[in-house]
Nanobody, 122 residues
Framework: QVQLVESGGGLVQAGGPLTLSCAASARTFSSCAIAWFRQDPGKEREFVATISSSGGGKYYIDSVKGRFTISRDNAKNTVFLQMNSLKTEDTAVYYC???????????????WGQGTQVTVSS
């Protein structure tokens, strides 16, 4: 199990930037793929982006391509999600999750953070 803690959420105006962080407390962090998911009340949890254990592989949902960038610093056990040109539809609780397999499927992820709220105002 990897314990994950998200931070960096908040209120931002549409078009603005925000960077989320996901800090992990496990020696196995560097062996894990990390993904960001998001969920708005009343909607299903949605995959946003994932990065492979080495950081060499990245994948994004179409709606965030060109706006969001996922990165990781294995020396600091941290993954980042840099979000630019935010839209109101990006409003959600954002969760980071860890998996030993690189996947876009939520059920492949065995460890989850508690989530951080991102609210984009118009």
């Amino acid at each position: 199990q990897v314990q994950l803690v998200e931070s960096g959420g908040g209120l931002v105006q549409a078009g603005g930037p925000l960077t989320l962080s996901c800090a992990a407390s496990a020696r196995t962090f560097s062996s894990c793929a990390i993904a960001w998911f998001r969920q708005d009340p009343g909607k299903e949890r949605e995959f946003v982006a994932t990065i492979s254990s080495s950081g060499g592989g990245k994948y994004y949902i179409d709606s965030v391509k060109g706006r969001f960038t996922i990165s990781r610093d294995n020396a600091k056990n941290t993954v980042f999600l840099q979000m630019n040109s935010l839209k109101t539809e990006d409003t959600a609780v954002y969760y980071c999750a860890a998996s030993f397999s690189w996947s876009t499927r939520s059920w492949d992820y065995h460890s989850w953070g508690q989530g951080t709220q991102v609210t984009v105002s118009s």
